[in-house]
């Protein structure tokens, strides 16, 4: 009876702040929970910094960051553990030198948003440091560019600057690429919107532009990315940045 008492005062706030979890699927690792939008069908590509869903080696060097749903759509270093990212604590320091990680490609057209926690360590414009790209080069891109530490966010017209995003600083990234109707937002602050651009991502490069062998490779740390193939509704995105607000303490 105590047991059972205390899973219910456990999900009772859950469910009244809007944070609906749900902990049936299985994995080779066990049980995992999960907001319930994030499992609707839409998630392409779900990453935690969290050691069950890292395959590191005794340096703590990061070869693989597996899809926390199981997809297989998994982010991958190249074999060299120079473009391989480090490990701390709860999150993952790409060194704007080398480090990256890629999917394979896979479907991964317009309506596109993408959530990330991250921090900005330092700033290159000339030419841009990327934070991430699609699966080739230049295609769903967010860049550092002219001001620091404005971000533009482009699929082949790019955005007004962002400078809500200050270096050394974590922050909940928004972006959603759908034509006309994109927007790049900051945690709570103004979004920046606008066209820009109907190109496809076709899969996903964090830390640097998405050519191979990678270049303009970003400074930056990063917690958790979630990929979704839907413009989300604003209760949606309300949820999914509560989530991530609250497990982080972000703002």
Do not use: C
């Not at 969290?50 to 190249?78: I, P, Y």
């Not at 604590?89 to 080398?98: I, K, P, R, S």
């Amino acid at each position: 009876m105590k047991r059972i008492l205390f899973i219910l005062l456990l999900f009772i706030p859950l469910y009244l702040s809007g944070q609906v979890i749900s902990s049936t699927v299985s994995y080779a690792t066990g049980p995992r929970t999960y907001l319930d939008v994030i499992n609707d069908g839409n998630t392409k590509g779900w990453y935690i910094a969290e050691v069950g869903d890292l395959t590191k080696d005794g340096t703590d060097s990061v070869s693989v960051w597996a899809d926390h749903l199981g997809s297989g759509r998994n982010l991958l270093a190249a074999d060299n553990t120079k473009a391989q990212p480090i490990w701390i604590t709860d999150y993952l320091d790409f060194n704007g030198a080398e480090s990256t990680m890629k999917t394979g490609a896979y479907t991964f057209a317009q309506p596109v948003m993408i959530y990330m926690v991250l921090k900005q360590v330092t700033y290159t414009f000339s030419p841009p440091d990327y934070l991430f790209d699609g699966i080739v080069a230049g295609k769903t891109r967010i860049y550092q560019y002219e001001i620091t530490p404005a971000i533009v966010a482009s699929a082949d017209t790019p955005s007004d600057g962002n400078s809500d995003l200050a270096l050394d600083t974590w922050g909940i990234l928004r972006a959603l690429y759908n034509g006309a109707s994109s927007k790049l937002q900051i945690n709570t602050e103004t979004a920046v919107t606008g066209n820009f651009g109907s190109d496809y991502a076709g899969g996903f490069t964090i830390g640097s532009y998405g050519d191979t062998p990678a270049t303009r490779n970003a400074d930056i740390q990063v917690r958790e990315i979630i990929l979704r193939n839907k413009a989300d509704a604003e209760a949606d995105q309300t949820l999914i940045l509560n989530y991530l607000n609250t497990k982080y303490s972000v703002y």
